[in-house]
């Protein structure tokens, strides 16, 4: 079984900056795409940031320039540094892995962490 359980959300001002983790713990091999999906209330999920294996990445437009995807595959653990942080990116965050390869022997898609609660607020 597969799991990804995150960290780091929380309170935080205008203006400052929160870094969330996520890990991903089972029989796992490898994981071809990371990312953190945002959903406010009364919103769609919307993607936040993606990276692949390869390190390659995509941001949401809402926030380039802000936030920074990065992960450690040897720990299968996927990171966002959120900085200048808004109001308006107050939502649950919630971390996606897809191609996950385990002992099964089969890539798996579409696993989630639990989501945790970004609130920016002065």
């Known amino acids: 079984q597969v799991q990804l359980v995150e960290s780091g959300g929380g309170l935080v001002q205008p203006g400052g900056s929160l870094r969330l983790s996520c890990a991903a713990s089972?029989?796992?091999?490898?994981?071809?795409?990371m990312a953190w999906y945002r959903q406010a209330p009364g919103k769609q999920r919307e993607l936040v940031a993606i990276?692949?294996?390869?390190?390659?990445?995509r941001y949401g437009d809402s926030v380039k320039g802000r936030f920074t995807i990065s992960r450690d595959n040897a720990k299968n653990t996927v990171y966002l540094q959120m900085n200048s942080l808004k109001p308006e990116d107050t939502a649950v965050y919630y971390c996606?892995?897809?191609?996950?390869?385990?002992?099964?022997?089969?890539?798996?898609?579409?696993?989630w962490g639990q989501g945790t609660q970004v609130t920016v607020s002065s």
């Open positions: 996606n892995a897809d191609g996950v390869l385990t002992t099964r022997g089969v890539y798996e898609t579409d696993y």
């Open positions: 089972g029989s796992i091999l490898r994981i071809y795409a």
């Open positions: 990276i692949v294996s390869g390190g390659s990445t």
